[in-house]
């Protein structure tokens, strides 16, 4: 079974160091920095062996030159459809990135929407999902679209609720804010802040990510456009009847995007 590393970087990211048991070998996904990768690598000991890459934005692909640079052997995985000139290894939906020395296989997933090429990796019960999927949230639309962002987390969905979710920021207190707009009688999320404060505010601080998908069901309003109450507030806002998922779900990320963000 892998085992993850958090490793924090700027003001709120995560760049995840999966390993094994065994801790000799390991593989960085998004390392936007590259020096908080290395002090990792070097105090731990742990030989990497390749890059996986969700999408190009440069506070997941910033690190890559630098750690080519010290470790040249490094397979480089990512999406086909973005240009990232460091990729040895373009991946695709239904790709398989195969790591004997982790025992471990990831099952590539097309997760386009926050950008064009968007990619994750699913594998040994957890999803790597860069920013399509935050914690009672999900990212915004760059170079994607919603209607493609909708699909992708509507793809998530459908994966194993006790998949653990391994994102790329800690968001999941301000997501919850937004959340508590949307649903505001919604006990579910009362429960999850003060579980996510908990963390936060305890010694020593401790992320809210990884979560686990089935609870994202109960207290996600991205993930919940199926639900009468997320509905309801959703053609409030609108000022309209909406008459499909997709469109609940863009109003509710415009509004996000335009009132609360």
Same mark, same amino acid.
């Given at each position: 079974?892998?085992?993850?590393?958090?490793?924090?970087?700027?003001s709120?990211?995560?760049?995840w160091l999966? &390993?094994?048991?065994?801790?000799?070998?390991?593989?960085?996904?998004?390392? =936007?920095?590259?020096?908080?990768? +290395?002090?990792?690598l070097?105090?731990r000991?742990?030989? !990497? #062996?390749?890059?996986?890459?969700?999408?190009?934005? $440069?506070?997941?692909?910033?690190?890559?030159? $630098? +750690?080519?640079?010290?470790?040249?052997? #490094?397979?480089?995985?990512?999406?086909?459809?973005? &240009?990232? !000139?460091?990729?040895?290894?373009?991946l695709?939906? =239904?790709?398989?990135?195969? #790591?004997?020395?982790?025992?471990?296989?990831?099952?590539?997933?097309?997760?386009?929407?926050?950008?064009?090429?968007?990619?994750?990796?699913?594998g040994?019960?957890?999803?790597?999902? =860069?920013?399509?999927?935050? =914690?009672?949230?999900?990212?915004?639309?760059?170079?994607?679209? +919603?209607?493609? +962002?909708?699909?992708?987390?509507? $793809?998530?969905?459908?994966?194993?609720?006790?998949?653990?979710?391994?994102?790329?920021?800690?968001? &999941?207190?301000?997501?919850?804010?937004?959340?508590?707009?949307?649903e505001?009688?919604?006990? %579910?999320? %009362?429960? $999850?802040?003060e579980?996510?404060?908990?963390?936060?505010?305890?010694?020593?601080?401790?992320?809210?990510? !990884?979560?686990?998908?089935?609870?994202?069901?109960?207290?996600?309003?991205?993930?919940?456009?199926?639900?009468?109450?997320?509905?309801?507030?959703?053609?409030?806002?609108?000022?309209?009847?909406?008459?499909?998922?997709?469109?609940?779900?863009? &109003? #509710?990320?415009?509004?996000?995007?335009?009132?609360?963000?």
């Open positions: 079974m892998i085992q993850v590393i958090n490793i924090p970087a700027f709120d990211n995560y760049i999966i &390993t094994h048991e065994e801790r000799k070998f390991g593989v960085i996904v998004d390392p =936007g920095d590259a020096q908080p990768v +290395l002090a990792e070097e105090q000991g742990i030989e !990497p #062996l390749a890059l996986l890459i969700t999408h190009h934005h $440069r506070d997941h692909v910033g690190g890559i030159a $630098r +750690l080519l640079e010290v470790y040249p052997q #490094l397979n480089v995985y990512g999406p086909a459809r973005e &240009t990232i !000139p460091q990729i040895t290894h373009p695709q939906e =239904g790709d398989v990135v195969d #790591l004997p020395e982790l025992k471990v296989s990831f099952q590539v997933l097309d997760v386009a929407g926050h950008t064009a090429g968007h990619i994750a990796y699913y040994d019960g957890s999803l790597f999902c =860069g920013d399509t999927l935050f =914690g009672n949230g999900c990212g915004r639309v760059f170079d994607g679209s +919603l209607d493609a +962002l909708h699909t992708a987390l509507q $793809r998530i969905a459908k994966l194993p609720a006790a998949t653990l979710v391994y994102c790329a920021h800690e968001y &999941t207190i301000d997501n919850i804010g937004f959340a508590k707009w949307v505001p009688d919604n006990k %579910d999320l %009362d429960a $999850r802040l579980e996510c404060w908990q963390l936060q505010e305890g010694s020593p601080k401790r992320a809210t990510v !990884p979560f686990i998908l089935g609870n994202e069901f109960l207290t996600n309003p991205f993930l919940r456009t199926h639900v009468p109450e997320v509905i309801a507030r959703a053609e409030k806002v609108a000022g309209r009847e909406l008459q499909t998922q997709a469109e609940i779900f863009a &109003t #509710l990320r415009i509004w996000k995007d335009t009132e609360y963000d």
